[in-house]
């Protein structure tokens, strides 16, 4: 595939970031702060790509200022889905934790102003940039390799899981971002690409889910609730439970995900050879 169209979806990846950082700046708006993000996480896959595609060159990795907002974004929008999180649990009660959610709040002020104190991102941010035409095919079976290799250990960790997420973040973005029009793309199996990328979009949507509750559940840790009283930490181990087991409802989902659905899936998505089709404008599988 010509290093030019990847060289470009790059920049307009760094373009979009640029736009939501001033965004996020004016109002800290979860879906800015969450589009952001995922603009990165694009970017990055693509310079993961490049990385595997000419292994003898050092990994390309984006800029220490490009990786400040991304964390400090990231810390931001967790903090802001565990407000969210306690007030819907316990609007029935009307029995908010209101010292911990003081401190969740101060967390938030404090982090909205490293966000304002950040330099904002510069063109120079975005200078990386691809010397050799990449391949993708490599990259989608790496991934796959990860994944396999993960899908053969049980029980699964929540960093296992994680890491699932990850390659099939880096798989999806790829493709997706490559394959401009799936309507009259099929696999060699015949079952459309369209159908396959649907089904990782909703099964990243669930890990997405999972990810988030363990976020939640790190935030109720001693160091965060030792300004409670007795009463609110009983409200407190209530929340917990209360979000441990929609964590255990996930989990579920994700084990019959991974022992059922995912390895076929897998073996579909991962067996198309992209680069030529994708080089003559049409991808497609064998």
Known sequence: MSRNRVNNIIREHFKNMKKYSRKIIKNFDEEVIHDFRVEYKKMRAFLRMKTLSKQEDGPITVSPLLKKWYQWAGALRDLQLQQHSILTLTKATQNAPQKYLAAIEAAIKKIEKKLVALPAISSGEG?????????????????????????????????????????????????????????????????????????FETLLDQLGEFQNKSALLQLYSAEWTKHADSRELRTVNRLISAVKKEKAALRKEMMIHFQQELPVHLDLLCEGHFDVLIAAGKPTSK
Do not use: W
């Open 127 to 199: 200078k990386a940039r691809l010397s050799e035409n990449p391949l993708l095919d490599p990259f989608v079976k790496y991934n796959c390799g990860v994944i396999r290799t993960i899908l053969k250990e049980q029980p699964y960790s929540d960093n296992q899981i994680h890491q699932v997420r990850k390659s099939l973040k880096d798989i999806f973005y790829t493709i997706r971002g490559l394959a401009d029009d799936f309507d009259d793309i099929a696999l060699s199996s015949g079952i459309p690409l369209k159908t396959e990328m649907n089904y």
